[in-house]
């Protein structure tokens, strides 16, 4: 028992010994934990996922500084890298819980038309479209453009014609 609390420390006045050892630990436990939560967590990047991320990364540096008590700590997180993962899956099972936990896709271009509502929502400008349309389409004009979307993770796509 002193050995572990020689290594790990107890409270918040941990020294550096204490805190790289609980470093290292918590370094593999997340690495464990984000296996578990399946690859789309750091692979997707949408605010479904990011949300698992930040407050992940949150209450594990709790563990780490001594703020919390080690064992809750990982146990809270554990519990967070389930919940993730069950509703990924009830995302799979139920469009409905899908629409409103990881949201739609927003159509900014269709039929020859820029959708001024849907571009203020998405908090574009035309010159922000146009920025996609020669990085993403590989195009200089919307003629060359069939349709364009604000994707759940952030990212625009561009289709282009055929």
Known sequence: MNIILALFGEGKDLNVLQM?????VVFFIALVMVRVSGRRTFGKRTAFDNT???ILGAVLSRAIVGASPFV????????LVLLHRLLAYACIKSS????????????????G??????LTRSLLTQ???????????NATS????????????GEVSVIKKS
Do not use: W
């Open 142 to 153: 919307l003629n060359e453009i069939h349709e364009i979307y604000m994707e759940t993770s």
């Open 72 to 79: 809750p700590t990982i146990c809270c997180s554990l519990l």
């Open 52 to 54: 698992l991320a930040i």
């Open 127 to 137: 010159k922000d479209i146009m920025s996609d349309v020669r990085l993403k389409g």
């Open 96 to 111: 409905f819980i899908d629409r409103h936990l990881k949201g739609m896709s927003v159509p900014l271009y269709r039929n």
């Open 113 to 118: 038309q820029l959708d001024e509502d849907n």
């Open 20 to 24: 790289c050892s609980r470093a290292l």
